[in-house]
T-cell receptor, first 113, second 112 residues
Framework: NAGVTQTPKFQVLKTGQSMTLLCAQDMNHEYMSWYRQDPGMGLRLIHYSVGAGITDQGEVPNGYNVSRSTTEDFPLRLLSAAPSQTSVYFC????????????FGPGTRLTVL | QQQVKQSPQSLIVQKGGISIINCAYENTAFDYFPWYQQFPGKGPALLIAIRPDVSEKKEGRFTISFNKSAKQFSLHIMDSQPGDSATYFCAAPQGGSEKLVFGKGTKLTVNP
């Protein structure tokens, strides 16, 4: 099992550009989520999904879109990148929502100039 | 929005010492309290978790202590080793939802 994979590992964008961060898992997990990690701020939930076709907002959803067309994939779209979105992004999946072990990907380090 | 307050922000311990990290939460829909460990450049990974039908859970050198009435739980690392140097996050389920809310993290440094 590859677990949770994320691409790319690093990305530099200019303000206003759009891009999609990819996340895939091969564990047949229903629950997937996106977090951003900033120094001193911990892990903050951006969006999450409890199954294919179902998504919902987390703590910091503004400027991001998600969709979940398959169980395996959960892409995160930045619509118009801003310097405030400079961060490390982690995708995670778990068998169940909330009360179950979350498996994290290796992260994508994004810099917006 | 559930808040999870984690302390201290950073901790320096000598090899062989005890590391203690504390978390406090507000309300939860169900009882599941995990601790995650993160090494630099890596994603977090589950270290240990408790479902508090018990007040304590021990796995090797790592112990979670849980105080339901005080809405607090803590991680104890016994005989701390330099390899334990990492950032530790506690988490708690947000009341009434499927979301897990994380604390802001504790950077642990264990000196040889």
């Amino acid at each position: 099992n590859a677990g949770v994979t994320q691409t790319p590992k690093f990305q530099v964008l200019k303000t206003g550009q759009s891009m999609t961060l990819l996340c895939a898992q091969d564990m047949n997990h229903e629950y997937m989520s996106w977090y951003r990690q900033d120094p001193g701020m911990g892990l903050r939930l951006i969006h999450y999904s409890v199954g294919a076709g179902i998504t919902d907002q987390g703590e910091v959803p503004n400027g991001y879109n998600v969709s979940r067309s398959t169980t395996e994939d959960f892409p995160l779209r930045l619509l118009s990148a801003a310097p405030s979105q400079t961060s490390v992004y982690f995708c995670a999946s778990s068998r169940l929502a909330g009360g179950d072990e979350q498996f994290f990907g290796p992260g994508t380090r994004l810099t917006v100039l | 929005q559930q808040q999870v307050k984690q302390s201290p922000q950073s901790l320096i311990v000598q090899k062989g010492g005890i590391s203690i990290i504390n978390c406090a939460y507000e309300n939860t829909a169900f009882d599941y309290f995990p601790w995650y460990q993160q090494f630099p450049g890596k994603g977090p990974a589950l270290l240990i978790a408790i479902r508090p039908d018990v007040s304590e859970k021990k796995e090797g050198r790592f112990t979670i202590s849980f105080n339901k009435s005080a809405k607090q739980f803590s991680l104890h690392i016994m005989d701390s080793q330099p390899g334990d140097s990492a950032t530790y996050f506690c988490a708690a389920p947000q009341g009434g939802s499927e979301k897990l809310v994380f604390g802001k993290g504790t950077k642990l440094t264990v000196n040889p």
